[in-house]
């Protein structure tokens, strides 16, 4: 990862944090503490949903390939 991914990852992992937060207190301090809680449910769990669907997903997690297999078809097959 380099220096412009990082500062991207951490500027929206700090939107996906703060922006619904704030929504989330200024609904509440203006009498709507029900909207305030979906609005910050919603903003959260979409930023989750992006953070995954952009950085985690494209990932290739698995074991390089032979790892696990046995060495000799035949041996195998006993």
């Known amino acids: ?3 412009d991914d990082t500062i991207v990852l951490g500027v929206t ?3 996906v944090v703060i922006v619904p937060g704030l929504a989330n207190g200024f609904l509440s301090q203006m009498g709507y503490p ?3 809680s979906a609005v910050w449910a919603l903003g959260y ?3 989750v949903v ?3 669907y952009e950085w985690i997903r494209p ?3 698995g074991a390089p390939d032979g790892v696990g297999l046995p060495e000799d078809e035949d041996s195998a097959e006993e």
């Open 34 to 36: 029900w909207v305030g």
């Open 59 to 61: 990932l290739d997690i």
């Open 50 to 52: 992006y953070i995954w």
């Open 45 to 47: 769990g979409l930023g």
């Open 1 to 3: 990862m380099n220096r």
């Open 13 to 15: 992992i700090a939107a």
